[in-house]
DNA sequence: AGTCGTCAATACGCTGCCGTATGGTAGCCC
DNA sequence: GGGCTACCATACGGCAGCGTATTGACGACT
């Protein structure tokens, strides 16, 4: 029973390929070794090459999006806190995984189109939490575009910092949005004090 | 004299075609005839398609960092107006090709590192400007951080909005990020106005 | 035991692209 | 005008990867 694939299998598969090595690199002749048959297992279960990478779009839509909310709403009720959460997820779990779809979606327009989709979900997310929070409607949606951004860039540059320097900043950086929302801010924020 | 090429001019043609179609869209063969020419051509001037990815690579990392900090500098002396500048010229020229070579540099480690060359140049160019600003070098370094992140995470996010509002909204965030350095801020912080 | 459905191996043809080899042309220099 | 240089065209060999066709193995059901 260990050995017959099921298409699930493929799909799996193929997220932790592309993760590593990009669309590109995502060929179902390369895939196949990986699971222990060849690619004539692989016309089986699938139509298409594009079938695939088809069924890997649905698969990153799901855990990019309701994932990621569902684990967020469950950690916390209020949205301040759930905003930290996010933060700290976005650094622990959004890896390359995400970054591949993305430059995936750079040049393909079925990718950019489950990205756009994805990007506007998780923006709303956040929107709802600014709101939340305290914010107005319209200082929510700009609010939440510069932290939603942020994450997001985090994940595509390279500047290196280990890990849990760069969740300490990030951090920071979030009070500082939630703050200032009207309520004079609680903390001093006079220099730095460095790590 | 007009049609005999010379490398510069492959490598100008392999910037655009980069820029639509991505890296693995850079192919010699789609590339000559843009030019008017032949593949035979080609391999007069380069010896391979790798050095032409790297010529391409040199040719980016110069316009990336060099170009724009010399824009910037040259608009204003005053670090804040600076940012202003800065923000509105990746809005404005930061574009297709940035993407390109990001998405790029996600899989490929010679991409990967000039990305993370630029990145590091840039931001310290930023870190700079908000320390000249009046921040610590350490607030300075923290804020430096959300700022570039924000603004490479514009790039790359499908948000989808016309773009002099996607600019309102960055120099209204940037603004944020410059007040409240220990001096209280000037303008009043309550309820977004709308576009 | 035979049959059918499910999954997989092998072998093949085709295409896109790389890199090479070879020959061609146009200007310049003597 | 013969040769040299710089640039380009054409033709070829080769490989990687896709998709197909054919055959095979194994379990379930009757």
Redesign the pocket.
Known sequence: MG????ASEWTEGALKLLAERGVDGL????L?PML??????F???F????ELLDAVLVEWEHVATDRVIEAVERASAEPAERLRELTRLVFRTGGPLDRAVRAWGAHDERAAKVVSRVDARRYRFVCAQLEGHGFGPALARVRARLLYTALIGEQHTSLRLNRSTRVEWALRNLELLLGDSGSAPKGDRRAGKGS
């Open positions: 050995d017959r694939l099921s060929r179902v002749e390369r196949a222990g048959v060849t690619k004539g297992s016309y089986w279960h139509m298409d090459r594009a």
